[in-house]
């Protein structure tokens, strides 16, 4: 058998007619935009944009993505020139295309000064950020800067040599402001509500930490859009690496796995210019709040309380989780009778048809999304996925039933332990901790009281809600008595 290629930009002729590919001169890319997080979801959202802009033939927006913690993507994406696949999934076949966005690859902790040196230049006009939630440094419930996160104070220390995105954005704006160019645009694309404000409060409260002056001028001069991002993309495995190379004729050793789903609302403020995403399918409006509340607590609530039920009944996928008895149902009435009556009002949207279709999302047999990985980093998804839908219910009488379900579930599932007594690889920032709490609590009520006391997840607001407390624990003595499969078929 003779071996197959390495993707690459002069193997590009070798893929089959029916893969999509840059037609545009790459060489000729200029880079314009500089993204912290170069993981799988930027590279089937942003940069899939930014491709089909570059191949219209403005060249101005070359992505140079950074890792801040390994280099794993540039090991792997380098040899291949920055090109990647992008297969996009569904029940009714598969698609591939290449993209050719990423004209350069960095890992922040070999060489910070190479990525302060080109996050200077002057060309670049938009800093993009996927660096997850955990990225923000910031305590979840309140969203105020960690003063006391390892790489804040590390940071402030080390202002040439950052550890955190923070770190590495103010450095890089104060550097631009020396030589007298003109600030970047902040772009964050992370699953927050309010993601371009939060940023902000982070990047501007760091600065203030360092001088007051730099604080100012960045509250004056630059700027924050928010956006909501939304396109489900789970991690890939060895077998769509092989499925990859067998459909497209050439080996790539990081393809991305995808659903034909892709949205991306966008706050329009951008002083420094920026691509015209928008004839590629990006909604430019005035304030993206309701889109991003929306998406947040309808996908990503129901995402995450799949994710921890689902785990707990033995179901590796969400679209496993969907097909099990009970829990299609209780996603449903979850997402009309909890969650919806708390969204601000999207005038001319069509509620119905966005669930319905989120629904079918989940149920896209195509997509291996792992409930494992959804489980990650519940301390920082909790906050904006579940427990501010259940604030908002609190405060207008709702039924809060199944969200309290959801939290009950991740309290469940942090204990390390699955319905069958084996290990479960909890991970999270706060998983140490979460251990600590939850040892040896055996009843719900000693581990509701265990865990809600985290004020940097509940707030102080939710432990002395009577309400509240009292129906997690009644759910989670539920699922410790039946199970989560059966209480799954209880609920609804
Ligand atoms: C998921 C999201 O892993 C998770 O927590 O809920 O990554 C989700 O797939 C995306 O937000 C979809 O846009």
């Known amino acids: 058998m003779t071996e197959t290629a390495r993707l690459s930009n002069t193997k590009l002729s070798h893929l089959p007619g029916d893969v999509e590919r840059p037609e545009y001169d790459r060489f000729q890319t200029k880079i314009g935009i500089v993204h912290l997080g170069i993981g799988a979801f930027h590279r089937a959202h942003q940069a899939v944009y ?275 008895p009970g829990f299609g149902a209780l996603i449903e009435s979850m997402m009309d009778e909890e969650i919806s009556p708390t969204l601000p009002p999207l005038p001319g949207f069509d509620l119905t048809a966005y669930k319905s279709q989120l629904r079918k999302r989940f149920r896209n047999p195509a997509l291996r999304h792992r409930t494992w990985q959804i489980a990650m980093d519940g301390s920082q998804k909790l906050p904006q996925r579940l427990l501010n839908t259940i604030r908002k219910c609190i405060e207008s009488e709702l039924p809060f039933d199944r969200l309290a379900l959801g939290v009950a579930a991740w309290m469940r599932y942090v204990t390390g332990i699955d319905e069958k007594g084996n290990e479960i690889d909890v991970r999270d920032p706060l998983a140490a901790e979460l251990k600590k709490r939850a040892a040896n609590k055996d009843n719900a009520e000693e581990l509701v009281t265990a865990l809600i006391g985290m004020d940097q997840i509940f707030g102080r607001d939710l432990p002395e809600n009577e309400a509240f407390v009292q129906l997690v624990k009644a759910q989670l003595a539920k699922l410790m008595r039946f199970g989560a499969a059966k209480t799954a078929t209880q609920i609804v």
């Open 50 to 324: 930014t491709d089909s802009v570059l191949a219209s033939g403005d060249n101005n927006w070359g992505i140079l993505g950074v890792s801040l913690r390994s280099g794993d993507t540039r090991d792997a994406l380098e040899p291949q020139d920055g090109l990647y696949t992008v297969a996009t999934r569904s029940g009714d076949g598969d698609s591939f295309r290449v993209i050719g966005s990423i004209s350069g690859l960095m890992v922040a902790p070999e060489n910070p000064t190479s990525v302060l040196d080109a996050m200077s230049d002057a060309a670049v006009r938009i800093v993009s950020l996927t660096v997850t939630e955990k990225g923000y440094c910031y305590s979840p419930a309140s969203t105020a800067l960690d003063e006391a996160h390892p790489d804040i104070v590390h940071d402030l220390a080390n202002p040439a040599t950052p550890k955190s995105a923070i770190g590495f954005i103010v450095e890089a704006i104060s550097r631009r402001r020396a030589k007298g160019a003109d600030p970047f645009t902040l772009l964050s694309c992370d699953n927050l509500p309010a993601n371009g404000e939060t940023l902000r409060r982070v990047v501007t409260r760091f600065a203030a930490l360092r001088d007051s002056e730099l604080a100012s001028y960045i509250s004056e001069k630059v700027a924050f859009p928010s956006t909501m991002v939304d396109r489900i993309v789970p991690a890939t495995t060895e077998a769509d690496r092989e499925m990859t190379a067998e459909a497209t004729g050439l080996t790539d050793a990081w393809p991305i796995m995808t659903e034909p789903f892709s949205q991306w609302v966008v706050e329009d403020h951008f002083p420094s210019g920026r691509p015209a995403w928008e004839k590629f399918g990006v909604t430019f409006v005035k304030d993206v709040d309701a889109f991003e509340l929306m998406k947040l607590r309808l996908l990503n609530g129901s995402h995450s309380t799949l994710a921890y039920l689902g785990y707990l009944a033995g179901h590796e996928t969400v679209s496993d989780v969907m097909k099990a």
